[in-house]
């Protein structure tokens, strides 16, 4: 049975009298024979990923121009970091204020309810597959190669930094020419077939990419992912949720080191919310679930917008109950909810 499954199982009675499947306001300090859920309020997750590039200069990173002709290329160590990806999506967590009981009656067929961990509710009579997300692990990739074991006797035995330079950059050039006459068929043993020559070629390949690395140096990379949430509970107008600095990544929403990255909510109001005396005449009938109302999200920095999306959020919106007789005894009605709204996603008798 899977974790997230709570299973009201049916109670196969003698057929009697009819009977409705009942439905209270949950009320913790009462003992209850049914199954407890909760609506959910609707968080609003960004999970963000980041680039960070340590760039280590060669060797021989100051005579890259005189003997390769490859200009601007850094002398000193740097950090940099860079955003690449924002992806915004929304999950559903328990509305204290909005806890019922499914109450299982004589003579009833008790429904097969679905929750959450934590308790929403997501389906009657039915199941949902509910994939939990897992943030990527951080990963470094380092590119540096080994440049010494392609060193050849006259460089390592020169008695200067600037004459291994110019002995290293020959070596370079002769196996550019290397590969050119391989290509073109004009070496005396050429290799046999296309594997090996393909073999030969990538050989080549990894000599001079290595030894021009003691030039241009190398950039070793860390990918990272972190994750920020955000509960609204009104409307929200510009709030900070992280910064950013090329310098240093992710930093707190008040480190002036880095970018601000703005939320901007806006409820559009598409739900008419009942009045207080209508809360209070409410009676609770039936299955109870949200009406969301949709609001309109906005990312953005200082450069721009980044994200803008109209989304449904609970906690916008009121709450709407079902008619009981659909869960009566012999009835086949199922039921979907949105896991982060709590609103209708299916209902099919």
């Known amino acids: 049975m899977k974790k997230n499954l709570i299973i009201a199982l049916a109670s196969w009675m003698s057929l009697g009298a009819l009977a409705q499947t009942q439905v209270t306001e949950f009320n913790p300090g009462v003992s209850a024979n049914g199954v407890n859920y909760a609506l959910p309020l609707t968080e609003l997750k960004m999970d963000v990923s980041a680039i960070k590039a340590v760039y280590t200069p060669g060797e021989f990173a100051k005579y890259a121009d005189r003997y390769l002709h490859i200009t601007g290329v850094a002398l000193e160590p740097a950090t940099t970091w860079s955003v690449k990806t924002l992806d915004i999506y929304q999950e559903g967590v328990p509305d204290t204020t909005k806890v019922f009981t499914v109450k299982l009656k004589d003579k009833t067929v008790a429904p097969m309810v679905q929750l959450t961990k934590s ?88 000599q001079e990419e290595a030894l021009t690395q003691l030039f241009i140096g190398y950039t070793d990379t860390t990918f990272m992912v972190k994750s920020y949430t955000v509960l609204p509970t009104e409307d929200i107008n510009q709030q900070v949720v992280f910064r950013f600095s090329r310098r240093l990544g992710f930093v707190d929403a008040d480190d002036f080191a880095g970018d601000p990255y703005y939320l901007t909510v806006k409820d559009q109001h598409t739900v008419i919310l009942p009045t207080e005396q209508e809360k209070a005449k409410r009676k609770i009938e039936g299955l109870v679930y949200n009406m969301p109302s949709m609001a309109n999200v906005t990312i953005s920095t200082m450069q721009g917008t980044l994200f803008e999306q109209t989304l449904p959020f609970a906690q916008f919106g009121t709450i709407d109950m079902l008619s009981p007789t659909l869960f ?12 982060a709204t709590g609103g209708i996603q299916h209902l099919e008798q």
């Not at 009566?328 to 896991?339: D, E, I, V």
């Open 119 to 206: 308790g929403v509710l997501v389906a009657v009579n039915t199941e949902v597959d509910m994939k939990e997300r897992a943030l990527p692990s951080s990963s470094t990739t380092s590119h540096k190669l080994d440049a010494r074991q392609y060193l050849t006797e006259d460089i390592l035995s020169a008695t200067s930094t600037a004459k291994m330079a110019e002995l290293t950059a020959q070596e370079i050039l002769d196996i550019r020419e290397s590969k050119n006459a391989i290509k073109r068929g004009q070496v005396e043993s050429m290799p046999q077939d296309g594997a090996s020559l393909k073999i030969v070629l990538e050989e080549l390949n990894r």
């Open 328 to 339: 009566n005894k012999g009835a086949t009605t199922k039921l979907t909810l949105h896991a």
